[in-house]
């Protein structure tokens, strides 16, 4: 007989999803080549962290157990989108239904830019989920860098967010579990910067493996491959393959400004309601960078952003 019960995706594998029905149980799904979500063209799909309904089909099976497949996915609470290129018109969804999103950032070691930092807290605003910013491998750090290290956390608790500093090879999971409680979070950054070594740190067991950090490039080697969600006593974390750039989302040239909380805020000063803040006279925002209230890495970010829309425009 045929059965359908709901369960939510825990782990995403690009052929198959393990789901974790209601009754604790996971199985492993699929999904049929015509399966399809009206209204976003995604290369997945199913993501983690989405509800879905699971058809057991015993029929299809030949030594007797379940062929599990997925049917249909509930409407999603917010899901977090990435573009790999600018120019790619594919887009991959990292996460859905989740509650915040926790940005692992190192100063160096892989050194994680601004402008990767910015973009992927503009994509979090167009998408009204929480960011947070956790600065890692701060043992790794000379003077220099430490002096970077305040600088940016003083720029980014300015403009609003939550930001905190540690070192995941010695981390107390108390020092993170109260961010964590009661809410799913998604770990994202770029390759290397220590998702994983958290993620075994706050559970004090190996997970998931972790890799090396290459001599030459001082980059990570792409270690995690699939996105997995993993449940702490109260809350659940999502540990993901690291990601190199990040392509804009879909925005339009008006609305980039409104996803860079300071500079929205300065902009209601613009002699024009409809300034861009790139050359405009009257410019609040140019004003604003140029006394160094607004932070001249932000509006480089800004800017890159609103460069994307130009290009958008010709493709
Ligand atoms: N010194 C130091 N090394 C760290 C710290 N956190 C992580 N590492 C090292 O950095 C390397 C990469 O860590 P991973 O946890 O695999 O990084 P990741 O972000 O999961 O990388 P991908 O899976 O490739 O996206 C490993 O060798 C870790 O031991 C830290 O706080 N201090
Ligand atoms: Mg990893
Ligand atoms: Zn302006």
Not at 13 to 41: Q, W
Not at 94 to 111: G, K, S
Not at 271 to 293: L, M, Q, S, Y
């Amino acid at each position: 007989m045929d059965y359908k019960v709901r369960g939510l995706v825990i782990k995403s594998t690009g052929s198959s999803y393990i789901v974790r029905m209601d009754d604790g149980l996971s199985v492993e799904c699929h999904i049929k080549g015509n399966f399809r979500i009206r209204g976003i063209r995604t290369t997945n799909p199913v993501a983690v962290g989405d509800w879905v309904e699971v058809l057991s089909d015993k029929v299809q099976s030949d030594q007797g157990h379940s062929v599990f497949w997925i049917t249909e996915v509930e409407p999603r609470r917010n899901y977090i989108i990435r573009r790999s290129t600018n120019l790619s018109k594919e887009s991959h969804i990292l996460a859905a239904n989740i509650d915040q999103v926790a940005l692992i950032v190192t100063v160096n070691h892989p050194a994680t830019s601004t402008t990767f930092i910015d973009r992927f807290l503009a994509t979090c605003e167009a998408y009204r989920v929480r960011a947070i910013l956790i600065f890692n491998k701060v043992d790794l750090l000379n003077e220099d860098e430490l002096a970077q290290l305040a600088e940016l956390r003083s720029l980014y608790e300015s403009i609003g967010y939550e930001t905190i500093e540690l070192s995941a090879i010695s981390l107390h999971p108390s020092d993170i579990l109260p961010l964590l409680a009661g809410k799913t979070t998604l770990l994202s950054g770029n390759s290397g910067v220590g998702k994983s070594t958290l993620l075994n740190a706050l559970f004090g067991k190996e997970l998931t493996r972790t890799g090396k950090i290459s001599n030459a490039h001082d980059k990570g080697m792409h270690t995690t491959t699939f996105s997995e969600m993993y449940f702490l006593p109260d809350g659940a974390v999502i540990d993901t393959p690291g990601i190199k750039g990040f392509g804009s989302v879909d925005m339009s040239k008006e609305e980039v400004s409104h996803y860079f909380r300071e500079i929205f805020r300065v902009s209601a000063d613009c002699r024009f309601n409809n300034c861009t803040h790139t050359n405009e006279p009257g410019c609040a925002v140019i004003e604003a960078v140029e006394h160094g209230e607004i932070a001249m890495s932000r509006y480089e970010s800004y800017l890159s952003l609103l460069g994307d829309c130009d290009e958008a425009k010709y493709r």
